[in-house]
């Protein structure tokens, strides 16, 4: 999905993390997908998951991690902007029961802002873990807290919350869980919680729309593209080497 699109708003919210707002068709865009952006100057588009939709209006939250990100922190409140929407296989939300976990690390933690605004509409319990490297990272606790979600943070380095990963503010096995995040963290909940949910990869994206094959994964169903039979995969079908 294209068309015109324009920048509402692009602000900070913790250490090299901001949120732009984004006015333009979202009909059908699910949690779990992604957009590709277009940044001036660059020749690859960026790839960045949906934090929220409401109404004509689609939140995305991003790390400046290069020179793309690093460009998109100058773009101005009613700028237009190039933006495909609705890219890749979301999360399906009509797999979990009454009670739900989202696991979420770092910039992993965007898309599941937006599966528990619609688990919360579904009548579900939601409990949120998220993990991060240190305080001034830290984000999204008020919008989940906002939501009735029950919510646990941990820091590496014990800056805020629990000390430790995500793994270790787990008690007890989820009845269903939703994950996004680095590599080690969704290998480490694959190895320690089960397999009884969905993962959502991150990966390299050369076109975001399955042409390329650049950011193709090994599963145990075969090799699958990142962009577009994922970035959500069932857990149970995820390799841990």
């Known amino acids: 999905m294209n068309g015109a699109w324009h920048i509402v708003?692009?602000?900070?919210?913790?250490?090299?993390?901001?949120r732009m707002i984004l006015k333009g068709r979202t009909e059908g865009i699910r949690p779990g997908q992604f957009v590709e952006i277009a940044v001036p100057g660059l020749f690859l588009r960026r790839p960045i998951s949906v934090s929220d939709v409401n109404d004509d209006r689609l939140t995305i939250i991003y790390k400046v991690v290069g020179q793309g990100t690093d460009r998109m922190t100058a773009m101005q409140s009613g700028e237009a902007i190039d933006v495909l929407a609705g890219l890749g296989n979301g999360y399906d939300l009509s797999l979990c029961g009454k009670e739900v976990l989202l696991i979420g690390g770092g910039v992993g933690v965007p898309p599941l802002i937006y599966a528990a605004k619609r688990l919360r509409e579904m009548g579900k319990h939601v409990r949120v873990v998220m993990g991060f490297n240190t305080k001034a990272e830290v984000f999204g606790e008020e919008e989940f807290a906002g939501m009735g979600c029950e919510v646990a943070v941990c820091t590496m380095d014990g800056s805020y919350g629990k000390k430790g990963v995500v793994t270790d503010l787990i008690a007890s096995p989820a009845q269903y869980y939703y994950a996004c995040g680095p590599l080690p963290m969704l290998k480490a909940i694959?190895?320690?919680?089960?397999?009884?949910?969905?993962?959502?990869?991150?990966?390299?994206m050369g076109c975001g729309v399955g042409i390329c094959v650049g950011c193709t994964i090994e599963?145990?169903?075969?090799?699958k593209r990142v962009c577009k039979e994922g970035p959500v995969f069932n857990a149970d079908k995820i390799r841990t080497y």
């Open 9 to 18: 708003s692009n602000e900070q919210i913790a250490e090299k993390v901001f």
């Open 190 to 204: 694959l190895r320690t919680i089960g397999t009884n949910g969905q993962i959502s990869m991150e990966e390299r």
């Open 219 to 223: 599963t145990k169903e075969g090799f």
